[in-house]
């Protein structure tokens, strides 16, 4: 795999490796472009494939004031720019699907087809129960001065569907660890006040809805929902599974995404 960095303010970097269509990965809330090495393998025999850090993420720069989507959106079609693609198939995990809907709702010329994986309405749009939760397993105990790798493994365990499967734990304790503090925060922030589920209904390429079986935040039955809203959309679940599903089961998740992309080609 080759890495580089696209755009300038900020820096975003990238990994990449293949040929062919191009094929854009964009991970979660507390994650990075490493989410997807496991993926990588596979994929890339078939398409260009391009996982990035989100602006504030991984390596790429960190940016002054609040975080606004419509910043990220221009992010991501600087990727577009640098391999000279007018078009791609992109995969969003939880909020990367959240970037994905709103990407396409700008652009939607630009998307060849979707994969939305345990992707919710916006985390505003959680049931009060669950936003309680979300905020005070992450944003709380880091205004109270911990860091990001000090609630590693409990935000990890509350996130897979099995406890069991130590290399998953293992790498998602590492992914949370690596977040830089001040820009999750505003990217929480961010998350929570932005609404993506009306584009829902409007979108018109090729989707495949993927969710893990034991996903608790962002569970099968929030997944079929989308489902219903996305004309004819597929929908698929993985498992053994909870929310980080290219992660906690990759064979079954490549194989997936794999049959899909080539009923689109």
């Known amino acids: 795999m080759k890495k580089t960095f696209v755009s300038n303010k900020p820096k975003i970097s990238i990994k990449y490796d293949g040929t062919g269509d191009l094929l854009i990965f964009l991970h979660g809330i507390g994650g990075n472009k490493d989410n997807w090495d496991l993926n990588f393998p596979i994929l890339s025999k078939h398409f260009l494939c391009v996982a990035w850090d989100a602006r504030g993420y991984g390596e790429s720069e960190d940016y002054k004031g609040e975080l606004f989507f419509d910043d990220v959106i221009n992010d991501l079609l600087s990727i ?12 969003g995990l939880s909020m990367g ?4 809907c709103l990407f396409y709702e700008k652009h939607p010329e630009k998307v060849k087809s979707m994969v939305l994986c345990d992707t919710h309405f916006g985390l505003g ?25 000090d609630i590693a ?32 925060l505003k990217t929480i922030e961010a998350s929570m006040s932005t609404f993506h589920d009306h584009i829902f209904p409007k979108i018109d390429v090729p989707t495949l809805i993927l969710v893990g079986e034991k996903d608790t935040l962002t569970p099968p039955s929030m997944a079929f929902e989308i489902h219903k809203l996305i004309k004819n959309s597929k929908f698929s679940m993985i498992e053994e599974a909870g929310h980080l599903i290219n992660i906690e089961n990759p064979k079954a998740f490549n194989y997936r995404i794999l049959q899909f992309l080539k009923e689109v080609n």
């Open 80 to 91: 577009y720019k640098y391999f000279d693609k007018n078009n791609a198939h992109i995969i």
């Open 97 to 100: 699907g959240q970037i994905a």
């Open 125 to 149: 749009n959680l049931g009060k129960d669950e936003i309680d939760k979300f905020i005070n397993s992450r944003k709380k105990p880091l205004l109270e001065g911990l860091q990001p790798k």
């Open 153 to 184: 493994l409990p935000v990890t365990n509350s996130l897979v569907g099995n406890l069991n499967n130590e290399p998953a734990i293992e790498e998602l304790v590492n992914s949370m660890s690596k977040l830089h503090k001040e820009s999750y």
